[in-house]
């Protein structure tokens, strides 16, 4: 690989991953102690000067004259501060004023914060709205900004105006950027001129000195497209490079027989595949048969319908003459999943019969069967027991490592127990890993080289949460990505309803009614016991009440502080029908899957998220009756407000994840430091869609096209230089 530094001057100019290279104090005016200063706000090169961009631009022409401003509109003035005082008023609160005026008239202003500071003699501008108070001009709290003369004699009618940094003033950071850039251009595109037309981008001089220097506003927003674009595409690229090394360009496992295991279990299920179930597997198949690994994100809602099309895959890695593995994120999920394929196989006759035979069993026990007779065994590993479905009762890890690695054991279900070190197995042909967000992408890896047979094991991803295309794209660009959007048939919708939170007797009728009908209701509340500082409701005052409204009622409560022997006591009874109501906390969120139960009311809904709203939800309506959802509420914030309206216009995850995205804003929505996504400054992936799209777009073509060329590698000295340490499993090693 190349370094930075040989990319200088390649067409005339330095590139951005170059000036990346030279500490920002080489920039005139920072010094020690400023570079210090920025440094701590994470701009230490030039390259970090060079894309701070401006928090606004003044434009000059539409300054209003205050004489001529109109009133109780959103405006900006400009002027001379001409007077300046600070005091203290009632409760400990500053009140801050100030007098500015511009030859035409004079404005008095307003503030409630200390912090504000302006000196008499400074030229500032005032956005904000006037109004007239005793016969005079008046603005409260007012945005300030202060220009300084010497620069709105140089600069032509938009005037930017930066953020301070750690301590530095705007007119700093102005002068620190304005000779970086100044330093830097003209700066070579790494972007092919094609790419650049085919997509409207400016170049990339153009749009540093733009964003910068505007001659006017129009100069601004293509400008920020071009950044915007490069944000994305650094990502995009990253993660499609890293594709390239570890799947694309590896060789996979030949998993290319889809015969009888397979034939035989489709032919047992008591259903068709749903088009979407149909669709989603033929990718997987493709995948599959395919030279290179698979890795690839399978996305559907609980209950669309994952489980058989993973079975399917799982049994066609069977049937290629190598194993599956299946990883879940905890023990009760892997359990589950286990148990379900265990009596799909049962349904399917494809079951071993059980041998009573103890630990060390003889691996002679299983000659050679045609697949058309042969069982299919399976076993799970987790960290405090292994069990299979060919003999009985529970076996010692030992003995079913050595069944792993022997491939007595076709599927293996499991937890993390499944990657740890003494884990091996004979032949991994798949691995499928459930709820792959809470697995690390290092887990991904080790995953992928458990195998003693030849090649790459293919890698299928699946989430029951949905996530915004946008969002995926970002997050999990890396991976082909294959959604089931369409619910198995026979399900009944369910409906919902908005009502208020003191509408206790409309709900315990609801209530009544359901249970007459020998339905089961659940009543989810926001907390365990009452507050002081939160106003909702909780489970155990809800309990209270409903144990006394609704007295023929069966009621119990459960809730996360229960001892779990408790918990698990109130779980079976609610599922073997013994109680009716069920008053809980989100405790139910998960894996909760009782038919019977049809009407689930929540309380202060507009205290949860959309995402768990719409999971909560999930878990009535799952069988022939049909469902009932009741949101009590009085929705305190806007957000609340529009959450609750999405509830009840929408069941579709998909599109609730959308308006989640929207309402909560990419910020929360990415946390932590999963992938070079927090790296976004200026891009938006909701707002910017079009270029992320772009980028994405442009990313798969130059790996697939050339992924050694210029292109790409210079691509991905910007991203080493510019994202650095924090994500630098994204680049190539
Ligand atoms: P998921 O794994 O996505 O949560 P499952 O695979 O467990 O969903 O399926 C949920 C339920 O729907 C199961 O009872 C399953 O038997 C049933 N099911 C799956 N596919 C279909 C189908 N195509 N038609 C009818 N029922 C189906
Ligand atoms: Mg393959």
Redesign the pocket.
């Known amino acids: 690989m190349t370094s930075p530094q040989q990319s200088e001057n390649r067409s005339g100019g330095r590139t951005l991953a170059y000036l990346a290279g030279i500490p920002a104090d080489k920039v005139k005016g920072i010094g020690a102690v400023s570079m210090r200063k920025l440094s701590a706000q994470g701009v230490s090169s030039v390259a970090d000067l060079l894309l701070t961009v401006p928090r606004r631009y003044l434009d000059r022409s539409q300054l209003f004259d205050l004489q001529a401003a109109p009133l109780g509109e959103d405006v900006t003035v400009g002027g001379v501060v001409t007077s300046f005082s600070k005091r203290r008023i009632s409760r400990g609160r500053t009140m801050v004023e100030a007098r500015v005026s511009d030859g035409t008239s004079s404005v008095r202003c307003v503030w409630f914060n200390p912090y504000i500071k302006l000196v008499e003699g400074e030229e500032v501008a005032l956005s904000g709205s006037i109004e007239t108070f005793k016969g005079s001009l008046q603005m409260k709290s007012p945005d300030v900004d202060r220009l300084d003369r010497e620069r709105l004699a140089v600069t032509g009618r938009v005037l930017p105006v930066y953020p301070g940094l750690g301590g530095l003033g705007p007119f700093k950071v102005r002068e620190a950027v304005d000779n970086a850039v100044g330093r830097s251009i003209p700066i070579e595109d790494i972007v092919p001129a094609a790419v650049l037309d085919r997509f409207a981008l400016v170049d990339r001089t153009s749009s540093i000195s733009r964003i910068h220097l505007p001659d006017s506003l129009e100069d601004v927003e293509p400008a920020r497209r071009r950044l915007i674009f490069d944000e994305f595409l650094r990502i995009q690229m990253a993660l499609k490079v890293r594709a390239h090394d570890e799947f694309e360009s590896q060789i996979g496992v030949q998993n290319s027989v889809k015969g009888e295991l397979f034939d035989r279990f489709i032919g047992s ?6 088009g979407a ?1 149909s669709r989603v597997l033929e990718e997987i198949l493709q995948d599959m048969e395919a030279q290179t690994p698979m890795h690839r994100l399978l996305q ?11 079975v399917l895959a799982l049994l066609t890695s069977v049937e290629s003459g190598h194993q599956g593995a299946f990883m879940a994120p905890t023990e009760v999920l892997a359990f589950q999943h286990y148990l ?1 394929t265990e009596l799909a196989l049962v349904d399917a006759g494809m079951a071993p019969t059980v041998e009573n035979v103890g630990a060390g069993g003889t691996t002679s026990l299983f000659a050679e069967e045609p697949l058309s007779t042969r069982p299919v065994r399976i076993g799970l590993f987790t960290g405090s027991r292994v069990t299979t479905n060919f003999v009985s009762g529970d076996v010692s890890r030992t003995q079913g490592l050595d069944w792993l690695v022997d491939g007595t054991i076709d599927i293996a279900f499991g937890t993390q127990a499944l990657i740890q070190e003494d884990v091996d197995f004979h032949s991994l042909g798949i691995a499928v890993v459930d709820e792959q967000h809470r697995f690390g992408v290092e887990q991904r890896v080790v995953m992928r080289d458990k195998n003693q047979g030849e090649g790459v094991p293919d890698l299928l991803l699946m989430t ?1 949460t949905p996530i915004p295309r946008t969002l995926a794209m970002t997050l999990y660009g890396d991976l082909k990505m294959s959604v ?1 959007d369409e619910m ?3 399900r009944s919708a369910t409906t919902t309803l908005a009502i208020s939170e003191t509408a206790d007797g409309e709900i315990d009728a609801s209530i009544q009614k359901a249970v007459a009908e020998g339905r089961q209701v659940f009543v989810v509340c926001p907390l365990v016991e009452d507050s002081e500082k939160i106003d909702a409701r909780s489970a155990v005052t809800e309990f209270d009440r409903v144990t006394s409204t609704l007295r023929d009622v069966r009621c119990e409560l459960l809730h996360g502080q229960m001892r779990s022997d408790e918990k698990s006591d109130v779980m079976s009874r609610f599922r073997a029908g013994d109680i009716d109501l069920l008053v809980c906390t989100t405790v139910i969120e998960v894996g909760i899957d009782v038919p019977n139960a049809t009407l689930m009311v929540i309380r202060t809904a507009d205290r949860f998220g959309l995402s768990q709203l719409h999971q909560l939800r999930g878990r009535v309506g799952r069988g022939p009756f049909g469902g009932m959802c009741l949101l009590s509420s009085d929705p305190t914030t806007p957000d609340g407000e529009r959450r609750i309206e999405a509830m009840v216009q929408s069941t579709d995850g998909f599109e609730l994840s959308e308006i989640d995205l929207e309402i909560r804003g990419q910020g929360t929505v990415f946390g932590g430091s999963q992938s070079g996504a927090a790296d976004l400054r200026l891009g938006d992936i909701l707002r910017d869609r079009d270029l992320l799209d772009a980028a994405h777009t442009v990313a798969v073509a130059a790996v697939q096209d050339d992924p050694y060329g210029a292109f790409v590698t210079d691509v991905m000295h910007e991203v080493a230089a510019l994202l650095g340490e924090s994500t630098q499993w994204l680049t190539r090693s």
């Open positions: 299920l008591s259903h068709r595949l749903t179930q559907g809602e609980v209950g669309s319908g994952k489980t058989v099309v993973v379900g029951a089931i198995p048939p026979g």
